[in-house]
């Protein structure tokens, strides 16, 4: 997948400088928290410039832990670039701040003030490629201790680009694939600090822990659909500009029991000086073992290059997914007709996960629903936090077009926005309402794979179908009967004594995303 292209040394560090007197250092561990008022900064450490400009941003503020005293409505940010003197120039543009030479200082007059800045950064036209200068950083407001950081620049750019890993298809539940990486430096400058690369895999991976420069995360459940698994390695290793270097061994991860469509995204990046750990995976990560991983110049050409440091390989499973549509119903309180829950259950053994390819209305799995004569929809139900997850529904237009929810119609598309794991389920709720023409007739709902085009293999694609009715009998409960022949009729019963429901299953919660259609 091509992305943009990414100058490294860009990413902030979020460094923050909290000081008495004298300049800020950068500290590989974290110091004890300041007791009294102070300015803070939080800047890049190094900047690595060419001829072109070159955005950086700056944010101070200020902090008093002891909340005595009101915070101050000015604060003050002054750049001082002198010492970048035929190395490179700044430019400010902001109107809070005021020139003097290659001095800014910045001023702002009220707390509703933003406390960042944006300005840029060039190389000097006669500047030699590698050649170093600073900056300072001076910030200060009211009563609390001024804070200062300075920060390298340095003329040349290096810029990293990942190459592209081909697509795993036809993987073995259990089996273990290899993630191979190149790396090519097309800028003009050697990689003078220490390479990150980070790779996050969903949809049933698990990467092997055996790199000691590696950490690794698993993610807590590993039937649900987006249950991330990630390696961070750190490389001390220079890359020369125009250099191509691999991996010394490939990752290998493992094709998990669940697994059916999975992902691995990875991305390079060039660390600020003073970070420690790198780019950790999550909070759970883990140290390998063995020996370190290392980057070597490159044997082949690979498979080309991404244009940025990004990209991303698929990994298909040879295994299926059996999705089932149910529907069940209960009284709509205080108002004649029904609760219609549609729901999808993934029977397995395989998790139906969106990989991140699709557009934002592209879904894993859909539910076409036709509702009996002479009776409509009202209204739905969607929620999406994290102790409730409904499908949102959408009008029918055609077998390839929605519409947004429009009340009064017979015809909708009830969707699952984001994937379902294997044993779980995702509900859609319609309110149902009948005419007094309503006689028992049969609605359906059938279920199939989304706009996501995920190959489902569904191996009993009997039970993607289900045809239900309502029924205003006022038979107590236990005496509704049900036709389970071929076409999977439900006749919901909706008496004022009870309701019984028919095939219901449990609401399994998991991780959802919104989306729009």
């Not at 993630?179 to 400058?189: M, S």
């Not at 990689?191 to 690794?216: A, M, Q």
């Not at 077009?401 to 779980?424: D, L, M, Q, S, W």
């Amino acid at each position: 997948m091509a992305s943009p292209r990414m100058v490294f040394g860009a990413a902030l560090a979020a460094v923050v400088f909290a000081l008495a007197s004298g300049p800020a250092a950068v500290a590989a561990d974290p110091s004890p928290l300041p007791t009294k008022a102070h300015t803070t900064i939080q800047a890049d450490t190094q900047i690595d410039v060419g001829s072109a400009a070159r955005s950086v941003h700056v944010i101070w503020n200020f902090s008093d832990p002891s909340v005595n005293l009101p915070a101050p409505a000015e604060r003050t940010l002054v750049i001082d670039a002198r010492g970048l003197a035929g190395v490179a120039r700044i430019a400010v543009a902001d109107p809070r701040c005021t020139a003097h030479g290659q001095v800014f200082s910045c001023a702002n007059q009220n707390t509703s003030q933003l406390t960042n800045l944006d300005f840029t950064v060039r190389a000097d036209p006669g500047a030699a490629l590698g050649a170093t200068g600073t900056m300072k950083y001076t910030a200060s407001a009211g009563h609390g201790a001024p804070g200062t950081a300075r920060v390298k620049v340095v003329v040349g750019v290096p810029d990293l680009v990942v190459g592209k890993v081909p697509d795993v298809t036809h993987a073995r539940i259990g089996s273990r694939i290899d993630v191979p990486l190149q790396l090519r430096n097309t800028g003009d400058l050697a990689t003078d600090r220490r390479i990150s690369v980070h790779w996050e895999g969903s949809g049933g991976l698990v990467f092997d822990r055996k790199f000691s420069n590696c950490d690794y995360s698993t993610g807590t459940d590993l039937v649900a659909p987006g249950s991330p698994t990630s390696v961070a390695c750190v490389f001390p290793a220079p890359v020369a500009a125009g250099a191509t270097v691999e991996l010394s061994s490939p990752l290998t991860a493992t094709v998990g029991a669940h697994a059916l469509t999975a992902v691995i995204n990875y991305t390079a990046e060039l660390l600020q000086p003073g970070v420690p750990n790198g780019v950790r995976p999550g909070v759970d990560a883990e140290p390998g073992t063995g020996p370190a991983l290392t980057l070597v110049p490159a044997s082949g050409t690979g498979e080309g290059f991404e244009s940025g440091a990004t990209g991303r390989v698929g990994v298909l499973a040879d295994s299926s997914a059996d999705l089932a549509a149910t529907a069940t119903a209960k009284p709509a309180a205080g108002a004649d007709g029904w609760t219609l829950n549609l729901t999808v259950v993934n029977h397995g053994p395989a998790a139906v996960y969106a990989t991140g390819n699709e557009t934002d209305n592209e879904y894993v799995a859909e539910v076409d629903v036709v509702l009996p004569r002479h009776t409509v929809a009202t209204d739905y139900e969607h929620a999406e936090s994290e102790d409730s997850a409904y499908g949102p529904c959408f009008l029918w237009v055609s077998d390839t077009t929605t519409a947004p929810f429009e009340a009064g119609h017979r015809h909708y598309v009830c969707v699952v926005p984001f994937g379902i794991g294997a044993g779980k389920n995702v509900e859609s709720l319609l309110s149902v309402k009948p005419d007094k023409n309503y006689d028992g007739a049969k609605g359906s709902a059938a279920v199939r794979p989304g706009p996501a085009r995920i190959a489902l293999h569904d191996p009993n694609s009997a039970n993607d179908h289900v045809s239900f009715a309502f029924s205003t009998s006022t038979a107590p409960p236990g005496d509704t009967t049900a036709d389970t022949g071929a076409d999977r009729t439900a006749l919901i019963a909706a008496g004022a004594t009870g309701t019984v429901l028919l095939g219901a299953a449990a609401l399994v919660v998991h991780r959802r995303r919104r989306r729009s259609h």
